[in-house]
């Protein structure tokens, strides 16, 4: 086993497309030297295709912590707090745990800035994981204490996008 995973908070964040992926994509170089990773997905639930070619690798685990729909800011479903309550506190058992070298939040900045998930419980956790836990968050919107708090924040810059000139969501592109 490789050594321990430095415990960085890392945030990918901004209007740009990229922030999801480039979790995965350390998620996969994490794994690749052995390291135990947990991904926690919030407000999703359709079969993304970094779940389908993922789902058999040793020392992953997957959790999709959302249903396919969209979830209203003004007016969420009580069903989509709920799986996102859900899938924070699998994030806090996970975190505290130790059992995980690196765990992925992905969406969660959204899921706070839809107010599915308590801004300062999220702080919380960070504040006290274990040293060699990392910790990755990502989606638009990150809270001002979470980029205050955190090693590492990239912010994505949307520069154009194919949707503007027509393009429809894509298998495998999109998820
Ligand atoms: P990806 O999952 O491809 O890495 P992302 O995590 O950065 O993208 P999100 O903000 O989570 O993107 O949004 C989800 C979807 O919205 C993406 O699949 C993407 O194609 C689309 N999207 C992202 N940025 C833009 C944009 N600037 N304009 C229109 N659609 C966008
Ligand atoms: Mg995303």
Same mark, same amino acid.
């Given at each position: $086993?490789a050594k321990d995973?430095p415990?960085l908070? $890392?945030?990918?964040?901004?209007?740009g497309?990229?922030?999801?992926?480039?979790a995965?994509?350390?998620?996969?170089r994490a794994l690749g030297?052995g390291y135990r990773?947990?991904?926690?997905h919030? $407000? !999703?639930?359709?079969?993304?295709? #970094?779940? +389908? *070619?993922?789902?058999?690798l040793?020392?992953?685990t997957?959790?999709? @912590?959302g249903r396919?729909?969209?979830?209203c800011?003004?007016?969420?479903d009580?069903i989509d707090?709920?799986?996102a309550?859900?899938?924070f *506190?699998q @994030?806090?058992? @996970?975190i505290? *745990?130790?059992?995980?070298? +690196?765990?992925?939040?992905? #969406?969660?900045n959204?899921?706070?800035?839809?107010?599915?998930?308590?801004?300062?419980d999220?702080?919380?956790?960070?504040?006290?994981k274990? !040293?060699?836990t990392?910790?990755?968050?990502t989606?638009?919107n990150a809270s001002?204490e979470?980029? !205050?708090?955190?090693?590492m924040v *990239? #912010?994505?810059? @949307?520069?154009?996008?194919h949707?503007?000139?027509?393009? #429809?969501?894509?298998?495998?592109?999109e998820?």
């Amino acid at each position: $086993m490789a050594k321990d995973l430095p415990g960085l908070i $890392m945030v990918f964040t901004g209007n740009g497309k990229g922030k999801t992926t480039a979790a995965v994509g350390q998620a996969m170089r994490a794994l690749g030297h052995g390291y135990r990773v947990i991904m926690i997905h919030f $407000m !999703k639930g359709r079969d993304y295709g #970094e779940f +389908l *070619s993922t789902e058999k690798l040793p020392n992953l685990t997957i959790v999709r @912590a959302g249903r396919d729909d969209f979830v209203c800011r003004d007016k969420p479903d009580p069903i989509d707090i709920e799986l996102a309550r859900d899938g924070f *506190s699998q @994030a806090e058992t @996970a975190i505290m *745990s130790g059992e995980y070298d +690196l765990v992925v939040l992905d #969406e969660i900045n959204v899921a706070v800035d839809y107010g599915l998930i308590n801004e300062e419980d999220m702080l919380k956790i960070l504040r006290e994981k274990p !040293k060699n836990t990392a910790v990755i968050l990502t989606g638009r919107n990150a809270s001002t204490e979470l980029v !205050k708090m955190a090693d590492m924040v *990239s #912010e994505v810059l @949307a520069i154009k996008h194919h949707y503007e000139h027509g393009a #429809e969501c894509c298998r495998g592109i999109e998820f």
